[in-house]
């Protein structure tokens, strides 16, 4: 009982920081697309999308490397190495960052964007170092047990100083643009990451001793691959269909599409809370041996999502219409049908439970990545076959479908390998 109250609270608290961070994320979302019009939202919209596959070769798959290592490392006191490890991963992000960004300059001077986007995906390439060490900070205390404190940096910081440099922006009468909102998010990503870093500081001198590194270089690479295409294939499918649209639709097209996004990032609030609170549990637990523990984490787990997600479903399917004519103006009711396409998919994913995450944590991640390898051709095809057809409906349709056939592909896994029932029992 005990242990099921911890969990619950841990839960309680993460959830509440990433609600209180969703509703930052509405609420500047609001006030970009009301000021920017669907045209030019679209185009910041497009420019964004753009910069977050840039970032996911930075940040693709370290987090979760670095929870279990740190989970494992301190339960060994393996000090010096898990000093290696918080270095050696800082390094790397920096490193992929500047080899990111000479890519991204060179495809620029190519003459690859056109003159309207290149112009801003310069601006937005300064943000990509900065989150991606603030992925790497959280990750870091989220491998200390310390899921609530791992959401602050990222999901808190940077949103919050985000919405008050644009409100003295709006109060002070500046006009706003696609530029000026990139040029806000990197000014926030900056200040984020330094305050997140002293206070991570601390952290680190608290739950370990300060020794001389030690670094298993060549094992975290290996282990690192694998995450990394992971996380690269499985986030690729909602980024790709933004890019697809601004490919071979229009930027309004996106901008629909974005503001449905909105709700589903709401919907996937519990999953993602609860699956920051268990991810370290999960791997000491296998790493114990302690598989009956590990299913009753799991049953928990996904009766707390889908008692927080499905309620969020329900009203989505049926407010949603008038939800998006108040946030956000009649101009983007277009993203109602999106948005209804996108919850059916969300609904399985609850449903389903923690099923990568426990494949991830338990050593199994060769096995995510042939799957999810399998789930991004699919989400190639479908996106070339249905956006050039039904615009921002195919690319709704494509997502809901690679979530679905994801899902239940790796809970079929799941089950064969482990014996693990991740789904709603």
Not at 296 to 309: D, G
Not at 337 to 363: D, E, F, K, R, Y
Request: net charge positive.
């Amino acid at each position: 009982m005990n242990k099921e109250k911890s969990l619950l609270k841990l839960f309680m608290g993460t959830a509440s920081v990433n609600l209180f961070a969703r509703g930052l994320s509405v609420i500047t979302g609001v006030i970009y697309a009301r000021f920017l019009g669907p045209e030019q939202y679209g185009l910041y919209a497009y420019v964004m999308s753009i910069a977050a596959l840039l970032i996911l070769p930075v940040i693709a798959g370290l987090p979760n490397l670095i929870i279990r290592e740190v989970a494992n490392l301190q339960l060994d006191e393996k000090w010096q190495h898990l000093q290696g490890l918080i270095s050696w991963s800082r390094w790397y992000v920096l490193i992929i960052s500047f080899i990111t960004a000479v890519i991204s300059i060179l495809a620029i001077y190519y003459d690859f964007f056109k003159p309207s986007v290149a112009s801003l995906l310069v601006i937005a390439l300064m943000i990509i170092p900065f989150r991606g060490l603030l992925v790497q900070q959280g990750a870091i205390l989220n491998g200390f047990r310390k899921p609530i404190l791992a959401q602050i940096p990222n999901q808190i910081l940077a949103p919050v100083i985000t919405l008050s440099l644009l409100s003295f922006l709006i109060f002070n009468n500046n006009e706003l643009t696609g530029e000026v909102l990139i040029k806000i998010s990197a000014v926030a990503s900056l200040l984020a990451f330094f305050l997140s870093a002293w206070y991570l500081n601390k952290i680190i001198k608290q739950e370990s001793k300060i020794e001389k590194p030690k670094y298993l270089i060549k094992q975290w690479h290996v282990s690192l691959t694998p995450f990394t295409l992971m996380v690269i294939i499985g986030t690729s499918s909602t980024v790709l269909a933004s890019v697809f649209l601004g490919w071979l639709a229009n930027t309004e097209s996106v901008a629909f599409f974005k503001v449905a996004m909105q709700g589903v990032l709401l919907i996937a609030l519990g999953l993602r809370s609860i699956n920051s609170v268990i991810m370290p549990q999960v791997a000491r637990l296998y790493r114990q041996g302690d598989l009956k523990q590990t299913q009753e984490i799991l049953t928990k787990s996904v009766r707390i999502s889908c008692l927080v997600s499905l309620p969020i479903i329900l009203a989505l399917i049926f407010f949603g219409q008038f939800a998006i004519e108040v946030l956000f103006g009649k101009e983007y009711l277009s993203a109602y049908p999106l948005l209804v396409i996108l919850c059916v998919g969300q609904a399985v994913n609850v449903l389903m439970g923690s099923v990568g995450l426990v494949l991830n944590m338990t050593g199994n991640e060769k096995r995510t990545l042939k799957l999810l390898s399998m789930t991004l051709i699919l989400n190639l095809i479908l996106l070339a076959t249905l956006v050039p057809m039904y615009g921002a409906i195919g690319a709704a349709i494509t997502v809901s479908v690679s979530l679905v056939f994801s899902n239940l592909l790796m809970g079929i896994y799941v089950f064969r390998l482990l014996g693990l029932k991740t789904w709603l029992k």
